[in-house]
């Protein structure tokens, strides 16, 4: 009998996306970004601080453009809550970004995952033991990215606000604003 591939890519979820972006960025990269040279192309670099989005409470990004429409962008989130407890969260956003749109305005759309290392110290104030118990699990969150992107095509400050869903167990509604620098 014939493995099933759908079974498969539900088995393995992070696998199969990271093989996906990764035949992605091997195709798209290898094109050269023909317009980087002309001064109406958008910079290659940027650095941006998000809040909320897929980092869920804040990140920092790098994002960096491997064609004139096509970028890549990993990013750092690290919070914590106390709540019952102490959990914190250290996640790195990982995304593929589509732009379009003429001179300083684009639309962007994105897809993504955010994989998270989670460790909760939970207080055992309902217990008769008299210790903290710790827990750590890893978490894959999946994301999309859909927004408004101003960025000045010869550098400098720039603006996004996005619609940025979660995916998990549970979808979540999400949105991100973010303010950085395109060099």
Known sequence: ??????????????????????????????????????????????????????????????????????????????????????????????????????NNRHFEAGIGFVPTLDSEEKNSWFSVEDHQKKETDITVIGTINLGYRYQPRNGGLFFRINFSPLFGPIIIPWVGMSFGYGF
């Not at 696998?15 to 290898?30: D, E, K, M, S």
């Not at 990013?75 to 996640?91: D, K, L, R």
Request: proline share 4%; with cysteine; aromatic share 14%.
């Open 1 to 102: 009998m014939k493995p099933d591939n759908f079974s498969a890519m539900k088995k393995y979820p992070l696998r199969t996306l990271i093989y996906v972006i990764a035949t992605g960025v091997c195709l798209l990269g290898g094109r050269s970004a023909s317009g980087q040279t002309n001064s109406d192309s958008l910079k290659r670099n940027a650095v941006y601080f998000e809040l909320l989005g897929p980092g869920i409470l804040y990140s920092l990004n790098y994002d960096y453009r491997i064609t004139e429409r096509l970028a890549i962008r990993a990013g750092f989130t690290h919070w914590t809550i106390s709540f019952f407890g102490e959990s914190t969260v250290t996640g790195f956003p990982i995304m593929m970004n589509y732009l379009s749109g003429k």
